[in-house]
């Protein structure tokens, strides 16, 4: 009996399977102190007086290039929120190129000018880098992997630790676009309207929330496995539980259509360019007024609501029911991001 155990595709996918990787392979080895403890978004660094924030990540997208961005804008900006929603300002990349022999020269020009185009945008530097060249089909076109470094913006302290029942959570526009609109492309799947990546930086969004620092309490951009992988991570092991709306949460019917299609559920679709915020409910009223004073996070809206329903996330339905809002097990929708 063959009882060599491997890798699957659903242990990239963020959910569970990713989550007992990670917990059993990685921390085990590298994060039982220090600054992996928790696994954040990005590690904070002392480094003399000044708190550093480092992230990483890497980005094999198919295809490369969709409505609304494509790989290069994907990396800068998918790091770039890392860095940001672990309370930095970010201020430099690092650009590592796996390319495969017979990519088109187009191709990559388009991309590099959107790597600029996108850094540039957001004020960090490409500072560092490395390309790699391999034989046709050992690489599907290119890979690319970026981290970030930022500066810590004093004051602004979160973690899972400081949530509270009575909180709200935040988000702070439709969820799931990028993951439908990247679906719609592979597919081919007509819609009247062309739907759109939400790829786009969450660095704006931080900095005028950090004007509340005092009462903000976790931010994160829910990228693979979608809010319900984010919240399901926050409620594990904690005291507290979190209540969804079905009604208060914003989706574009474009990508609603596509979910439907492919019988996805978009509490488990990845977004790229928008972040979910607690906070306590005092100041929700101000973040979201000027949230919407700002292009990405015009649709800013109140979706939840910290309860003392210990370890469990509940979607309260349009229909009046409730039920329990599952952590994705495998990949659901490999090639995303």
């Excluded at 569970?16 to 059993?24: M, N, T, V």
């Excluded at 914003?250 to 906070?279: F, K, Q, S, T, W």
Aim: proline share 4%; charged share 25%.
């Amino acid at each position: 009996m063959n009882d060599i155990k491997r890798i699957l595709l659903g242990h990239g996918g963020g959910g569970k399977l990713s989550r007992d990787l990670i917990d059993s392979e990685i921390v085990t080895r590298f994060g039982t102190d220090g600054p992996l403890v928790g696994l954040p978004d990005g590690a904070r660094l002392q480094i003399g007086e000044e708190t550093l924030v480092f992230s990483t990540d890497s980005f094999v997208v198919s295809p490369l290039e969709f409505p609304g961005g494509d790989i290069g804008k994907l990396a800068v900006h998918g790091t770039v929120n890392d860095v940001s929603v672990s309370g930095a300002v970010p201020m430099w990349l690092s650009l590592a190129l796996i390319i495969e022999e017979g990519l088109e020269m187009s191709v990559l020009q388009r991309i590099l000018d959107s790597i600029k185009e996108a850094a540039e945008e957001i004020g960090v530097q490409v500072v560092t880098g490395d390309t790699k060249v391999v034989a046709h089909g050992q690489c599907d076109r290119l890979f690319i992997n970026t981290a970030g470094i930022g500066r810590k913006i004093p004051g602004l302290n979160t973690g899972v630790d400081r949530i509270k029942q009575g909180d709200v959570l935040i988000t702070s526009g439709t969820l799931g676009d990028h993951g439908m609109a990247i679906m719609a492309a592979r597919e081919n799947l007509t819609l009247n309207n062309e739907l759109h990546s939400d790829t786009g930086s969450v660095h704006r969004l931080v900095a005028a929330a950090a004007r509340w620092a005092d009462g903000v309490k976790f931010m994160r951009d829910p990228t693979r496995g979608g809010i319900a992988a984010v919240l399901g991570e926050i409620v594990e092991n904690s005291s507290f539980g979190i209540v969804l709306k079905e009604e208060t949460i914003p989706y574009n019917p474009d990508a609603r259509a596509v979910a439907e299609v492919l019988g996805i559920d978009l509490m488990h679709v990845a977004c790229e360019g928008r972040m979910l915020l607690i906070c306590a409910p005092d100041i929700a009223g101000s973040i979201i007024e000027t949230w919407r004073g700002l292009p990405e996070g015009a649709g800013a809206g109140i979706i939840g609501e910290v309860t003392d329903d210990r370890g469990r996330v509940i979607l309260e339905t349009l229909i009046g029911g409730r039920r329990m809002v599952d952590i994705p097990q495998g990949e659901l929708l490999p090639r995303i991001c």
